[in-house]
């Protein structure tokens, strides 16, 4: 079974760090670029970050540019995001999403999301 | 990085049809044809219905639709359904090698 299961979000300061990590299982991520993707309570989705599937290219939303940094081990199937500096309005539960074109059709996997809740 | 424009709420009844309109720039939905639609329900992760404009992933219904003009992208649902009842999502890469998410709407399914 294809799974991506996201971990280490919770409260934090602001100004804080938090690294999460997104663990794939049922695939290879390897040949995937890699996406991060969060939603502020009761609001839309938001494009974060994305990773090529080599690691070697990566980009970010304005919004986080500078402070959150995109990471992948594919030796061990893993994605991660270290997000520094901390705001309120990082508040949000964060999926992280594999993207991949298969012939005519396309490989589309999210994981259930990790909270974040920036607060003093 | 604006966010593409969407109405934020649209209605049908069963067995109408309806259409999502996203609204984008030059920059993003009119340079490239790799706008993706989603479908989200309440607590539930999102699902990919139709990627590159108009093309659907395996075992997406054929009742969903993409396509495109100019700097706009919609989605056309036929034959609504009760379980369609959902927000809708579009994204769009852009020339900045990034993406964006349109706003989303909210099908409601009278």
């Known amino acids: 079974e294809v799974q991506l299961v996201e971990s280490g979000g919770g409260l934090v300061q602001p100004g804080g760090s938090l690294r999460l990590s997104c663990a794939a299982s049922g695939f290879n991520i390897s040949s995937y670029y890699m996406h991060w993707v969060r939603q502020a309570p009761g609001k839309g989705l938001v494009w974060v970050s994305r990773?090529?599937?080599?690691?070697?290219?990566?980009s970010y939303a304005d919004s986080v540019k500078g402070r959150f940094t995109i990471s992948r081990d594919n030796a061990k199937n893993t994605l991660y995001v270290q997000m520094n500096s901390l705001r309120a309005e990082d508040t949000a539960v964060y999926y992280c999403?594999?993207?991949?074109?298969?012939?005519?059709?396309?490989?589309?996997?999210w994981g259930q999301g990790t909270l974040v809740t920036v607060s003093s | 990085q604006s966010a593409l424009t969407q109405p934020a709420s649209v209605s049908g009844s069963p067995g109408q049809s309806i259409a999502i309109s996203c609204t984008g720039t030059?920059?993003?939905?009119?340079?490239?044809?790799?706008v993706s639609w989603y479908q989200q329900h309440p607590g539930k992760a999102p699902k990919l219905m139709i990627f590159?404009?108009?093309n659907r992933p395996s075992g997406v219904s054929n009742r969903f639709s993409g396509s495109k003009s100019g700097n706009t992208a919609s989605l056309t649902i036929s034959g609504l359904q009760a379980e369609d009842e959902a927000d809708y999502y579009c994204i769009s890469y852009t020339t900045s090698s990034t993406w964006v998410f349109g706003g989303g709407t909210k099908l409601t399914v009278l």
């Open positions: 030059s920059s993003d939905i009119g340079s490239y044809n790799y």
């Open positions: 990773i090529s599937s080599d690691g070697r290219s990566t």
């Open positions: 590159d404009v108009s």
């Open positions: 999403a594999a993207r991949k074109r298969d012939g005519n059709n396309f490989n589309d996997y």
